[in-house]
């Protein structure tokens, strides 16, 4: 290991948000140096709590996280947000449109977010991504925050990095049996029904319920209904989330 390197991860285990910022660089672009650098940080690993959001596109994810960020600062933790993004096809970088929804959270010192591009790469984004989370847990970070986009193969990725995983849907995914068949329900240890103000929303929730509370191999899973762009029920799953972190 370069001098350079150890200095970065030395000024990273001090609290420097940049040479933070300069590892997950590095995890992203797949350097060669990157196994040696989680051995060296793995005895400051495994104190955070993992979250992994997750959901169709439209769902509301990033609002919801925006939300649940506020909740969690108010209690005084820190929170590390990696919001994995679609590529944008002229650039080939993250759109970075979860960033934009979160702004209001960048001159927190409590804070760090993270956008992630997909770059058509689902192998590869899996590794950034727990490399990364692994980076935010050694700095310290309290609670760690993943979203992903859609559903399919890289929820199911990310579900293995996190303690706990957030289904969001809305009242439309009542039709649409794609979760079920992905996988992602029997996994997930939260369902928000997101904009519960559209009709059937109270329907999918209790149809829901009444799904989850036979056959499944865990805990059974919370459903919570919500309207994230109001603030409702969003301190309700705060405190399921809470409560699944002490647990965990």
């Known amino acids: 290991m370069t001098r350079s390197l150890a200095e970065l991860i030395d000024s990273m285990l001090a ?23 989680l051995e060296i940080l793995q005895p400051h690993c495994g104190k955070s709590c993992r979250i ?51 702004r209001r959270h960048y001159l927190d010192e409590g804070v760090f977010i993270r956008s992630m591009a997909t770059r058509g790469s689902h192998g590869g984004l899996a590794k950034a991504v727990a ?23 890289t929820e199911l990725s990310i579900a ?22 992905a996988g992602i329900l029997e996994i997930a240890d939260i369902i928000v029904v997101n904009k519960a103000d559209r009709e059937g929303a109270q329907r999918l929730v209790d149809e829901f319920r009444a799904v989850l509370a036979y056959g499944h191999g865990k805990t ?5 209904p919500a309207q994230a762009v109001n603030d ?17």
């Open 160 to 181: 293995q990095i996190a303690d706990i995983l957030v289904l969001v849907l809305v009242p439309e995914s009542g039709d649409d049996i794609q979760a079920l068949k």
């Open 220 to 224: 059974e899973p919370s459903v919570i």
């Open 131 to 153: 490399a990364a989370v692994s980076l935010l847990d050694a700095f310290g970070t309290e609670v760690i925050i993943v979203e992903t986009v859609g559903v399919g193969q």
């Open 15 to 37: 609290g420097d948000k940049k040479s933070l910022a300069q590892l997950i660089s590095l995890a992203e672009n797949e350097s060669s140096t990157l196994p040696e650098i």
């Open 52 to 102: 992994g959001v997750t959901g169709p596109p439209g769902a509301g994810k990033s609002t919801l996280i925006d939300k649940l960020v506020t909740r969690i600062r108010d209690r005084g933790q820190s929170v590390g947000v990696i919001a994995v993004d679609p590529t944008s096809p002229l650039s080939g970088g993250a759109v970075l449109g979860d960033r934009v929804r979160m």
């Open 232 to 248: 409702i029920g969003i301190e309700e799953l705060y405190q399921e989330v809470d409560k699944r972190c002490k647990s965990c």
